[in-house]
């Protein structure tokens, strides 16, 4: 008898080329090889990767990362799709499912500039470039002086255009600084006050088709539920105020000492600079289904704080 059994067909992991999705691509291969997975990747260019000119709630959100992504899966050219949580959409297509959300890196936003210690040390009208809506909006909440100008591209095309002088300082998630080795760059890292982070920043999530028995096995063993229990608030914050990323939203939960999952979430109009509305809540938190609840109550308070 041949005792040796064929090698199963390796997991494929589709993935954007930009050096922080291949890092985090890498990152899961890895966490898998050491499971005892043979693990190919697939690199891919996404439509959120090639128009560079343009903000992204402008040319149909974020889901331009992942849509490409997703057409891999389906024609089997690959097995699991790895995400910035933050740039998956809230609803995924019929037959597609997260099958695990890792344990979250950093979730701040860090202040990067050349010059500036922090924002507070930033001179009357600097130029500060950002494209995300919900940093637009918390940044002229706290200084309503400063000029905000977009800014696009990967980690490294934002640094660049930051070296080159067309900003003195730039908005960025700690989280992907810190993926890449590029701590060095943050100045000083807001606070939740200052800057409150959006839904899932920090968090990376592995996409699969939905039947994919096997690979919901195999990435099982990668979840982290306290931060998958975080997310689902968050993410209900902004599924109940029918969110997309055209929607200047911040939502960040955290399990706090006392065991409970604590919740803030803040809203801004862009058409209305001086408004920003806050709402916080806390509940013992175990399932999925509790941590929703969390994240639509805080979303009721903030409609009745004044959002619309
Ligand atoms: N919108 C792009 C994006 N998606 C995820 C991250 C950072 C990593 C993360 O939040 O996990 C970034 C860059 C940024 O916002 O600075």
Redesign the pocket.
Known sequence: MNASTPSPAPIVIATRESR?ALWQAEHVQALLQARGHAVALLGMTTRGDQILDRA?SKVGG?GLFVKELEAALEDGRAGIAVH????VPMDLPAGFALACVMER?D?R?AFVSPRYANLDALPQGAVVGTS?LRRVVLLRHARPDLRIEPLRGN?DT?LRKLDDGQFDAI???A??LK?LGLQERIRAVFTPEQMLP?A?????AIEVRAHRADLLAALAPLAHRPTWLAVAAERAVSRALGGSCSMPLAAHAHFGTDGLLHLRAAWGDPERPGLLVRADAGAAVATEPEAQALGERVALTLRDGGMR
């Not at 910035?84 to 740039?87: P, T």
């Not at 899932?200 to 990376?204: E, P, V």
Request: net charge positive; hydrophobic share 45%.
């Open positions: 922080l992204l974020k910035s949580l933050k740039d890196e979730p936003d995300s980690l934002r908005v960025l998630a989280a992907g993926r959006a899932g920043q920090g968090a990376l």
